[in-house]
């Protein structure tokens, strides 16, 4: 299920959704909207996330489990928008996660990527806590935190609560730039465009051959360019026709060329 947090102005639907029904959930006192969509995508998401999340909360302790078992919403948004419609795997991932910091305290990333030899750290910023109830020490304090991440060698991704509800392309291209530039000679498809990679991520969750019109559903586009995606992704190997005569109506995908799905 999808999640859209509505304004006065109403219900902020991307063109994408627009042909889903919608439906209304209260919770914590804030009024949701949302649609079911994505299929298996979603369903992928869901079962990966949830366990991903109990190995996160069974191998925590102390502070670390009790910001784990209070999982924020904008966090969990981070992922199902950008993280896994980029990524497709929680590997090497992990959730609030703690560091030492210059007062001999410790602080809590929302996630860190450790993968040798790089840490990134990845954060979602809402509006409220980071600039309009932020006093000037919490500002200040804010700055510092993100300079001795980098002093320590942490690769820093930051993203609004608008970028991640609103335009998730535009974030999940920046998680794609990072790792393709860090881990690009040992991931050779790192840097696939976003709708290629969601497609290959579909077709490797599909039960049978994946037609145009299901890419058409998928990524809100039209059937000539569900084709010419398609083709392309033929071409380079990494799905293959199945059937069709003048015009290939289905294709599956090649598994002994995508690994990272």
Known sequence: MKYIVTSPGGINRSAREAH????????KGRCYFFSKGD?????????????????????????????????????????????WPAVGSFEHLHAEYEVAD???GVRFLDFAYLRMPHRICLEADGFGPHARYADRHKFSDDLTRQ???VIDDWRVLRFSADDIENHPRKCQQVVLQLLGRLFGGRDPYVELPV???EILRYAAYSPGPVKPSEIQGLLGVGD????????????????????????????QLVRSKVKLL
Request: charged fraction near 35%; glycine fraction near 6%.
């Open 20 to 27: 889903r029904p919608i439906y209304r959930m209260k919770r």
């Open 39 to 83: 299929g298996l995508m979603d369903q992928a998401f869901e079962t990966h996330y949830d366990a991903w999340m109990k190995r996160q909360i069974a191998a925590s302790a102390g502070e670390r489990r009790r910001r784990l078992q209070e999982h924020g919403y904008l966090e969990r948004k981070l992922l199902q928008n950008v993280w």
């Open 102 to 104: 210059f007062k001999d």
């Open 147 to 149: 300079n001795h991440l």
């Open 195 to 197: 709708m290629k990679r």
């Open 224 to 251: 000539k360019t569900a084709r010419k995606l398609l083709r392309e992704l033929a071409g380079d190997g990494y799905l293959e026709p199945v059937n069709g005569t003048r015009r290939f109506h289905s294709y």
